[in-house]
Each structure stands twice: as C-alpha cells, then as structure tokens.
C-alpha cells in the first residue's frame, strides 16, 4: 500500500511552491513568501551539479545533525515500540498497563506544541534542544539508578519521554532550516534513511539490556 500511494503522489507532489499547480496565485505567492521567510529562497531555477553534491559531503554539520537525530530517535522509539512491556515490569496488570502508557505520551504532545510554536516566535532552536535533552538524561538517571520505588520510575518515564520526543522535530527543523536547498534535500534525505535505520539498532540493544535496566 505504501509503495502504491508513493505511485500516486509521485505525479502530484510539488517540489516547489511554484510548481503546485493545485494553489491559486495568491497561494502560491504566500507559500513562497514563508518558505523565504524560513530557510531563504527556493532557489528553482538551480540545477545542482557534481561539485554541490561534493560539497555536501564536505560539510560536517550535515553529518553532524544526522548523528543528532540518530541518536534521539534510537533511544526515543526504542521507548515507543516497548512501553508497554517496560510499564508491565513495574509490577502493574495488563489492563494498568496499557492505561499507565497513554499519560506520558498525552504530556509529551502539549509539550511538543509549546515547544514548537515558542521556538517559531523566537526563531532559536538550541536554546530549547538543551533543556529538553536535559530532562531526558535526568529521566533515564533516575531509570538506572532507582529499582524498587514504581512512582519515581513510572515519573521519569514522563522526563525521557518529553525530552526526547519534543526534541526530535525541533533538531530535524534544526538541521534542516540552516543549509541551502541543494543541502536541505540530502539533509531530509539522510534523515529519512538514519530514521528506518533505527529499528535493528534498537531490537538488537533491547534484547542484550539486562533486564533490570530494561
């Protein structure tokens, strides 16, 4: 099905906002005017060359934001994907369990929107990258070293959860809205490939975690 829809959208996606033939001129205008406003100009009528795609690869930064990513998408999913297995392990019943999963994700989604439209208004990403990653690794601190209070570890679920999953579409904005567009094209690309990379990593480490860390 996915192959299929990506058939689909194939003749219908426009790479530039010049090219959606779908918008009205005003809209097209407008879309134009934003995506200026955030990452400079479209720069359509560029063709990139042999010597740009070289250059991409001279840029550490790009390599540098993918292994920024990487890293908080690893550790991010390999929650998402075993939640429910690590909330049964502190003791709670099938039914609990599945009820104690929704909270931290509920928490995590009105902090990702603050998060978002406050990094918008200021136009600074960093500053709010730091803090959270911080009360990621203040969450998982307390996951390694506390074993025998469920309250002090069901909460710093919530810290590993929103720091890592407010962080995430922040860093890829990030590493994405600071290079040009010959740039920004293998940025979403290298992060695409990084992103379904993750799951042998992540199947791989759980299954080797002794199970009091799990």
Same mark, same amino acid.
């Given at each position: ?8 959208? %194939? ?6 906002? /010049? ?7 005003? /809209? ?8 200026? /406003? ?8 560029? $063709? ?21 990513? %990487? ?10 994907? %075993? ?6 392990? %502190? ?12 909270? +931290? ?18 136009? $600074? ?43 995430? +579409? ?28 993750? $799951?042998?990593? /992540? ?12």
């Amino acid at each position: 099905m996915t192959v299929g829809c990506a058939v689909v959208v %194939f003749f219908f996606a426009a790479d530039f906002p /010049e090219e959606a033939k779908w918008l009205s001129d005003g /809209e097209r205008a407008f879309a134009k005017a934003r995506l200026a /406003e955030d990452v400079g100009d479209s720069q359509l009528d560029v $063709r990139p060359t042999c010597r740009d795609v070289l250059g991409v690869f001279k840029d550490f930064k790009i390599f540098l934001g993918g292994f920024m990513y %990487f890293g908080l998408i690893v550790s991010g999913y390999g929650y998402a994907f %075993f939640a429910p297995t690590i909330i049964r392990s %502190f003791g709670y019943s099938p039914v609990k369990t599945q009820l104690y999963s929704v909270p +931290p994700w509920a928490v995590t989604f009105a902090l990702s929107m603050v998060v978002a439209i406050a990094s918008d208004y200021y136009k $600074r990403r960093y500053i709010f990258i730091l803090p959270l990653l911080l009360i990621s690794v203040v969450g998982i601190i307390v996951l390694l070293n506390v074993h025998d209070k469920v309250k002090a570890m069901y909460g710093a679920l919530f810290l590993v959860v929103m720091g890592q999953f407010s962080a995430n +579409p922040i860093v890829a904005c990030w590493t994405m809205s600071n290079r040009e567009s010959i740039k920004v094209s293998f940025q979403l690309r290298r992060l695409t490939c990084l992103f379904n990379s993750r $799951r042998a990593l /992540e199947a791989r480490r759980w299954c080797r975690l002794p199970d009091w860390f799990r």
